[in-house]
């Protein structure tokens, strides 16, 4: 978990023409798709993302990039959620439809061997990067706590996952359907201060892991976040995806998307993603 990045600078990254073996609508706009990806499968760490070539024609020149949520076998699955023409296509691609995916792509968590309990913070389609994390914290024999919130109890995606894996889930949803009503932040602000925990993995709206990037300092806990950056090349070339840290620029397709969050410049971060 710990050589992702160094794995990309040695140019890893794979071309692998991939194949969906299932999709499956999860909530109003939300779905998880599987692909066949052998090589990718092989090679991806936790936090660690794919660019898919979603199909031909001008509107998909580029590449769009999703976080690889699990990987098992030969297969990987992605959760997603619909936004434009790109993740609308996904949305409607049957089994067999062949995409061409490159992977994995950036650098992901790094959770350091003696690290015994860590929390893991998701906001809606967060919990996308923090699926495999949890399962393979867990296979380490590492106490894994959630928190997670959503909208809606039914945007509560994964929650099975961690239920799982993980020793405690906390839940809260916007609307008090699940779990305590309100945003997941006053669910971390409790946890963190409690002292149980040796480091944070947090993904979501920016405004919710700049939140809960300022309880870990607070509390003196290294805490690490997943950026979303709009991006173009994905492989470090275009600075399209550029995130103002205390280093400098630094690109969140190769030096990211997980960065620690104390070198993140909040201040001069971009507009957050409306997922
Ligand atoms: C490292 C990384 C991992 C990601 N992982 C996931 C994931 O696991 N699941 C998921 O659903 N989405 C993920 N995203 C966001 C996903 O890439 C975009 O939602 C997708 O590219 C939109 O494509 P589209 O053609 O549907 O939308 P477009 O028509 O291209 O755009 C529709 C709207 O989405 C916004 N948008 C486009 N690209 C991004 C982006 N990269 N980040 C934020 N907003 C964007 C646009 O500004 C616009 O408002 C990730 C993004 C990054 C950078
Ligand atoms: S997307 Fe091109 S440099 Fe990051």
Known sequence: MSDACQDISQGHPLLEHVEVLGNERLAKGVGLVTLKAPRIAAAVEPGQ??????????????????????????????????????????????????????????????????????LLVSGGLGAAPL??????????????????????????????????VARRVEVTTDDGSAGMRGFVTLLTQELIAAGEFEQICACGPEPMQRIVAAQADAAGVPCQVSLERLMACGIGACLSCVVSTREGHKRACVDGPVFDAREVVWDASEVPPKH
């Open 49 to 118: 993302f794919v660019h898919l070539r979603i199909a031909q024609g001008r509107d998909f020149i580029l590449r769009r990039p999703f976080s690889i949520h699990r990987a098992e076998g030969d297969d990987v699955e992605i959760l997603y959620q619909v936004l434009g023409r790109g993740t609308r296509e996904l949305a409607g691609m049957g089994t067999g439809t062949a995409m061409d995916a490159v992977g994995p792509l950036g650098c992901g968590w790094r959770v350091a061997d003696g690290v015994s309990h860590v």
């Open 131 to 164: 699926g495999m994390l949890a399962e393979r914290l867990a296979e380490r024999g590492v106490a894994v706590t959630v928190a997670m919130g959503a909208p809606t109890d039914d945007r509560l995606v994964a929650r099975e996952l961690f239920e799982g």
